[in-house]
């Protein structure tokens, strides 16, 4: 098992950005892949972006496409999520998620896929 501590939420007015980083321990991240995930009050978690465990392949929610990068630092053991260009609708907990991965390029969209998660960071963007 890999715990996961995420930072660097917080309160931005809409058109600003954010990095999200994702700090794992207890186990390195190299042979998992990983993602983001989010929820806002009321709403099912929705599935935002995630990398392989190569860090050379990616996929994005069509919400986010274009806005937001998925990265990752295997030396530092950390994943990132840079947000540019907020939205309101953007406002929710963003919570970083590790799934083991045997291969290189599978990026797990699916949340259902993954099997260890932090404990999330608020994100809220104002209007």
């Known amino acids: 098992q890999v715990q996961l501590v995420e930072s660097g939420g917080g309160l931005v007015q809409a058109g600003g950005s954010l990095r999200l980083s994702c700090a794992a321990a207890g186990r390195t991240v190299r042979s998992y892949g990983m993602g983001w995930v989010r929820q806002a009050p009321g709403k099912a978690r929705e599935f935002v972006a995630a990398?392989?465990?190569?860090?050379?392949?990616?996929d994005y929610s069509d919400s986010v496409k274009g806005r937001f990068t998925i990265s990752r630092d295997n030396a530092k053991n950390t994943v990132y999520l840079q947000m540019n260009n907020l939205k309101p609708e953007d406002t929710a907990v963003y919570s970083c998620?590790?799934?083991?991965?045997?291969?290189?390029?599978?990026?797990?969209?699916?949340?259902?896929?993954?099997?260890?998660w932090g404990q999330g960071t608020q994100v809220t963007v104002s209007s």
């Open positions: 998620a590790a799934a083991p991965s045997a291969y290189y390029g599978y990026v797990f969209s699916k949340i259902v896929e993954y099997s260890d």
């Open positions: 990398i392989d465990r190569s860090g050379s392949r990616t």
